[in-house]
């Protein structure tokens, strides 16, 4: 009886290579085997670079807002210098121009003080008694002058202090005479020798020379 006549149990099928040549099973075992070790190895590289991707993210993460922490750290000192600049130049504005003012203010009381004796004797001109025609026209002309330089003062703000019938006040007025006299009020000014001028309502440029009663 011949092999062949026995039918074939449980025998593995051999397979031709690419060679033309048998390819026998536990070939094709071991290869099988050897190509399940190299997808296991690099899955496990694909895990490693994942985790390593992961932990340069975190880092570039915390880089980042270190970087962003350190803006915001300078920001704010270049806003706080800003607004320190803001407020010295506003406390320089209003200084200078307070000092403008103050300047502007002892100008006009230097150049005012210079003129008040030409307006005191053109006063006492128009004061003094005359009878000729000539003379009383003399005085007009010099009373128009006054009014004239009145109207300039006021405009700058320069104006005669009152005297006469107020209270003495030592800040406006200078007592050059006093007396003692019921009919008065106490501390009456009754009589104004030199009149005085203040600056707007502030400064006073000249006080007025009175006579106080009581």
Do not use: W
Not at 86 to 93: I, K, M, T
Not at 96 to 110: F, G
Not at 144 to 163: C, H, T, Y
Not at 196 to 205: C, Q, T
């Amino acid at each position: 009886m011949n092999n062949k006549d026995f039918p074939e149990v449980n025998r593995p099928a051999e397979t031709m290579t690419g060679d033309g040549e048998m390819e026998s099973p536990l070939a094709r075992e071991d290869a099988g085997q050897s190509g399940q070790t190299q997808k296991t190895s690099a899955s496990k590289d694909n895990s490693k670079m994942e985790h390593a991707d992961g932990d340069g993210s975190e880092g570039e993460i915390k880089t980042l807002r270190q970087a962003l922490e350190k803006k915001e750290n300078e920001i704010n000192e270049l806003l706080d210098r800003t607004q320190r600049l803001a407020a010295e130049y506003d406390n320089y504005r209003k200084r200078t121009n307070r000092e403008k003012e103050r300047l502007y203010c002892d100008s006009v009381c230097d150049v005012v003080s210079k003129i008040l004796p030409v307006v005191d004797n053109l006063e006492r001109a128009i004061a003094a008694e005359v009878e000729t025609e000539e003379g009383k026209s003399l005085r007009e002309g010099i009373s128009m002058i006054i009014r004239q330089m009145s109207d300039i003062l006021e405009k700058i703000g320069v104006k005669p202090i009152e005297a006469v019938g107020k209270p003495f006040d030592p800040e406006l007025h200078h007592a050059v005479m006093h007396v003692e006299d019921d009919s008065y009020g106490e501390s009456e000014i009754i009589e104004e020798f030199q009149k005085g001028y203040i600056y707007k309502d502030e400064i006073v440029i000249r006080h007025s020379m009175v006579r106080v009663a009581n």
